[in-house]
């Protein structure tokens, strides 16, 4: 599994030193340097991924419907190969670099200095197209999962990568009443990146075969804000263990299973050897919980929110002409977004941002191991 490229530690808000082993701080994403993202330009238009052997499509072009992405796959000829294929999210997600800023705030700024969550050496990259009425986060890359369930009451939806805010989102196939349009890089290669292969070890852990990495069976229990998280996971003992610790952003949405739902499986995104706690959902439903990753979700003023991953539904509260509030699921169970890492959830009533995503700041905790 590729690293996330995270090398910046943070406290609640900021950019810090190298926290000593003893402070819980030290559990995080910068703390545990994985497979380092590498890659080789083929000078033929592909870029190979040195970790995962894949090989991509080096510039995505115009932007196209998904249904245009997957008939466009069958006839694609790039550097003399036929196979080429729509990426699933978890392989797409693989490129993902959290060395990247959120550019929210950026109209707040005398200059907007963001960096894309995708390297920009290998990879043709823009931002939205502001002059023809797009917002600069409209940078969204199309896999070929869709969802199992629908979002916004109802709309086929397939998930992506954006890669201008950091971001995996359920998308809605149509927008405004005409296709929606995504970037595609097309894949080749290796179809079995991100096909788990767990193994339940009898004593409260399960590991993936495919990854390596061993899993807490259970959870935390009960919803912590980031820091906490990190401390949970550091002072676990699971298995006789002693070296847990939260997982980066890569490794906790490795474990999504994307076939499950709430609303069509009765259960989380995630595999039944898991134990997974359920909750009651803001709207008073029954769900389960969103799941801190120990990585920092940077924007260009702070470091304080972090990333987490949906196993339940991504809820929003979406705001009708009429001015009610209305709870949806907005991106889709197995959506990664990022949260406060300190703070009231109750500060945010009707939620944040566009699609008014639910703020709990008190996530829960599933740790791991390198294995």
């Known amino acids: 599994m590729v690293d996330t490229g995270q090398t910046t530690f943070y406290d609640s808000s900021d950019a810090i030193t190298t926290p000593a082993a003893s402070n819980p701080l030290s559990g995080q994403d910068a703390g545990h340097a994985g497979l380092q993202p590498g890659y080789a330009d083929n000078g033929d238009g592909t870029i190979t ?20 992405a997957v008939a466009g796959a069958a006839g694609f000829d790039l550097a003399g190969h036929h196979d080429w294929r729509l990426p699933t999210i978890k392989e797409l997600y693989s490129l993902i670099l959290f060395s990247g800023t959120d550019p929210s705030g950026c109209e707040n700024l005398p200059s907007c200095d963001a960096v894309p969550f995708i390297d920009t050496e290998y990879f043709m990259f823009e931002y939205g197209d502001e002059a023809a009425g797009e917002r600069m986060i409209d940078s969204q890359y199309a896999s070929s999962t869709k969802y199992v369930s629908t979002t916004m009451n109802g709309d086929e939806t397939v998930f992506g990568v954006n890669f201008a805010d950091g971001r995996i989102k359920g998308y809605g196939l ?10 595609v890089l097309y ?42 998280a990190l401390g949970y996971c550091g002072a676990l003992g699971t298995g006789g263990y002693d070296d847990w610790r939260l997982p980066d952003a890569k490794e906790l ?27 009651t959902d803001e709207g008073g439903g029954s769900d389960f919980p969103f ?13 304080a929110n972090a990333v987490y991953v949906a196993f339940g539904r991504a809820l929003g509260w979406m705001q009708s002409p009429s001015g009610a509030y209305t709870l949806l699921d907005v991106h889709g169970a197995g959506a990664q977004r990022s949260d406060p890492k300190t703070g009231d959830s109750a500060a945010f009533p009707h939620g944040h941002g566009p699609q008014g995503d639910v703020v709990r700041i008190d996530n829960y905790a599933r740790c791991v191991r390198s294995g």
Do not use: C
């Open 291 to 303: 799941y801190w990753a120990g990585t920092t979700h940077a924007n260009l003023v702070s470091g």
């Open 187 to 228: 894949v080749r290669g290796d179809t079995g990146y991100g096909v788990n292969d767990f193994v339940d070890n009898g004593n409260g852990t399960v590991t993936d075969a495919a990854t390596g990495l061993m899993w807490q069976q259970a959870d935390s229990g009960q919803g912590l804000e980031w820091e906490s």
């Open 253 to 279: 949405q490795s474990i999504v299973d994307y076939t499950r739902s709430p609303a069509t499986t009765g259960s989380p995104a995630i595999d039944p050897l898991f134990v997974v706690s359920a909750i």
């Open 174 to 183: 149509q927008l405004f009443g005409q296709a929606k349009t995504f970037f």
């Open 49 to 68: 991924d040195k970790v995962t052997g894949l090989m991509w499509q080096r510039d995505p072009g115009e932007k196209m419907t998904y249904a245009q």
